[in-house]
T-cell receptor
Framework: QKEVEQDPGPLSVPEGAIVSLNCTYS??????FMWYRQYSRKGPELLMY????GNKEDGRFTAQVDKSSKYISLFIRDSQPSDSATYLC????????????FGKGTHLIIQP | GAGVSQSPSNKVTEKGKDVELRCDPI?????LYWYRQSLGQGLEFLIY????????KSGLPSDRFSAERTGGSVSTLTIQRTQQEDSAVYLC????????????FGSGTRLTVV
């Protein structure tokens, strides 16, 4: 079992819809979780990170962590065509040589 | 520089040839990471440098892979005797510390072995 599981999609939704992206993880030895966005032929860029359970909001984006069920979510409100990208969740361990453990990414398509 | 720079952006090589991939991190970033992104496989952690030192090389897929970093800055990932399964996008990221937060990724080198 991969440490971070993520449905690859594609997930296609109409513009303006609320998008829900999800990951599950298997190893409780973590410190923080992150969401990265990756446009085609570009490197991933950090969207949000969180250390604890609960919600963290940043503009149209909300990251949610449920440690009891080992579930990570990213919600996008008022989705825009420019949100079309691959979204990667990542789990951080001790840092340094541990690096980050990434999910495979979910390909999101926002239809105008 | 303003961001992490990787070169070349694309590389097509014949099976069996050696290739060198270069990463120029953000100035002042002490930590540097190499990842490999294969189609449908997500990002695979390869190696991490703190300064010029790589404490753990166990993430490298085989002994055909090696990496070095000089002057606490530029890093080179070398793949010897390339195989078709080495075809992937090789991504480099840098950050101020080894804590894993604040990674800045380059745009990657797309390697195709034919």
């Amino acid at each position: 079992q991969k440490e971070v599981e993520q449905d690859p999609g594609p997930l296609s939704v109409p513009e303006g819809a609320i998008v829900s992206l999800n990951c599950t993880y298997s190893n409780s030895a973590f410190q923080y979780f992150m969401w990265y966005r990756q446009y085609s032929r570009k490197g991933p860029e950090l969207l949000m990170y969180t250390y604890s359970s609960g919600n963290k909001e940043d503009g149209r984006f909300t990251a949610q962590v449920d440690k009891s069920s080992k579930y990570i979510s990213l919600f996008i409100r008022d989705s825009q065509p420019s949100d079309s990208a691959t979204y990667l969740c990542a789990k951080g361990g001790g840092g340094g040589a541990d690096g980050l453990t990434f999910g495979k990414g979910t390909h999101l398509i926002i239809q105008p | 520089g303003a961001g992490v720079s990787q070169s070349p952006s694309n590389k097509v090589t014949e099976k069996g040839k050696d290739v060198e991939l270069r990463c120029d991190p953000i100035s002042g970033h002490t930590a540097l990471y190499w990842y490999r992104q294969s189609l449908g496989q997500g990002l695979e952690f390869l190696i991490y440098f703190q300064g010029n030192s790589a404490p753990d090389k166990s993430g490298l897929p085989s002994d055909r892979f090696s990496a070095e970093r000089t002057g606490g800055s530029v890093s080179t990932l070398t793949i010897q005797r390339t195989q078709q399964e080495d075809s992937a996008v090789y991504l480099c990221a840098s950050t101020y510390s080894g804590q894993g937060l604040g990674y800045t990724f380059g745009s990657g080198t797309r390697l195709t072995v034919v």
